[in-house]
């Protein structure tokens, strides 16, 4: 053997090139042939790597296989966009939290006694319903509530059945059958009616000047807070009206009924207050709908004692919709969100337990329990984050950001 086949046997370690000597563009290529897992590893190896792994290129090919939870408030408020405040790196980390079911359950806020509370989260604060008030708070860095006392919104004597936080304003339903609107700036009472509805109003919404409120004693009703004579419509359905929600167009809403007798589904024309449709077709008896959602003004989502979520495209066949998921333990579906994208998160009856779905995929992703106690989920709301569900004894907060 020549000296020249001996040194190249012999492995000259100056003729060797580690990885960190690669150009950048060819790092990132070996980068994205990784898991997750191998990455985070290699990024502990020395501080070059982990400036090169911590960049969006490396992550951004990952992110389009993950389901990444975005906020719930970008599929009911198109002019709200929150900051990027994630990197593309922590997307996919708390996407893999989401769909691994790796959270803490911390309890925010208790309740002495028991309540059925309702949660609103817009761009400025988190807002909660207890007893006839609805309470403001500041939701910091680290997903905790800090109560802002000075905003708390003060109501006749029944306690809120539902609130909706929409146009800048608040609008809340008793259970004593009276409505009132807030400003959501100063929480200044911009409108009230006392004794609307002769028992509970369960279903309210508002667009524009336009408020239309649902109540267990089996109407709706249509208002105007800028006339003189706010009563613009009343329609008796014969049937506890359990939800509502207005078309982001301003041009319909949608109501749903406790099934018994009436179709659980209609769609009604806002400013004439007359019948369009029925959603859906052969409707099961006692199938009411206990939640609905916008996406778009042709998008809607509804959910209910069926056990299912559906999704209804109103450009196409009224009477069946494009998609649904269906509730696993046949428990009713008390409540949902959606994030406008791939993610809908819903809650159940049952022990706290709210489910994980992916618009591509029938079954569902993943399953959380909220809390010790068998409770329903009245209310959810969430970002990337957070998962804020309110239950019977307080507001549970699941923390999806751990490491």
Known sequence: MTGQDQQAAGGDTSALVSLTDLPNDLIFVILSYLDVEARSRLARTCRQLRRLTDQDCVWVSLRRRLLVVEDCRLATSHSFRPSPYL???????????????NFHDIRVIHHRSKQLPCLQLDSGAFWASYKNLIKCYHKRADGRLQEQSHKTLPGPQGDVARFVSKNNSIVSGYRDGSIYCYSL???????????????????????????????????????????????????LLHDRIWSLAINPDGKSFTTGTAAINCPPLSVWDLQRGQFVDHLGSDPRYGAGVLDIQYESPDIVLSCGYDTYVRMWDLRTSWKHCVN??????????YCMKSDGNNCIVSGTARYGMT??????????????FAGKAS???YSLVFDPVHLYVALDTGINMLDFSIR
């Open 375 to 377: 409770s329903p989920v």
């Open 355 to 368: 489910r994980l779905w992916d618009k591509r995929m029938s079954n569902y992703v993943q399953m959380f």
């Open 324 to 333: 649904q998921w269906e509730e696993p333990f046949d428990s009713t579906v």
């Open 87 to 101: 990197s593309v790196k922590e997307q996919c980390r708390t996407s893999l939290n989401w769909t691994s079911g």
């Open 185 to 235: 700036q100063s929480g200044a009472t911009l409108w009230h009616k006392h004794h609307c509805h002769d028992s509970d109003i369960h279903a309210v919404d508002i667009h524009g000047d336009n408020i239309v409120s649902g109540s267990r004693d089996a109407s709706i009703k249509i208002w105007n807070t800028k006339s003189v004579e706010p009563l613009r419509c009343s329609i």
